[in-house]
């Protein structure tokens, strides 16, 4: 069994910054690509940012130049650095792990972590 669990998320002004991050732990022998996802109310869960294993990252174009993904491997963790905050950005942010833990990959999510941002 994997479990990831996220944190860092809050209430900022817009302009201001947060930090997210997910840590995964369990059964882990690898674990491909991490990413972060979030979805506002009333809309479909987006893709927001992902990075694999040897650091290669993507970004949804609405983030590009504002957010940093990166990753530690050794520590099974993934970071979502955010700047420049804007209401919009408002939702709850997911991670997602795509983890092999015996013969196959699967993706697993955390819970998510609330992030609002206010004008």
């Known amino acids: 069994q994997v479990q990831l669990v996220e944190s860092g998320g809050g209430l900022v002004q817009a302009g201001g910054s947060l930090r997210l991050s997910c840590a995964a732990s369990?059964?882990?022998?690898?674990?491909?690509?991490m990413g972060w996802y979030r979805q506002a109310p009333g809309k479909q869960r987006e893709l927001v940012a992902t990075?694999?294993?040897?650091?290669?990252?993507n970004y949804a174009e609405s983030v590009k130049g504002r957010f940093t993904i990166s990753r530690d491997n050794a520590k099974n963790t993934v970071l979502l650095q955010m700047n420049s905050l804007k209401p919009e950005d408002t939702a709850v942010y997911y991670c997602d792990a795509d983890t092999l833990t015996g013969l196959n990959f699967k993706h697993y999510w955390g819970q998510g972590t609330q992030v609002t941002v206010s004008s």
């Open positions: 369990g059964s882990i022998f690898s674990i491909n690509t």
């Open positions: 990075i694999t294993r040897d650091g290669s990252t």
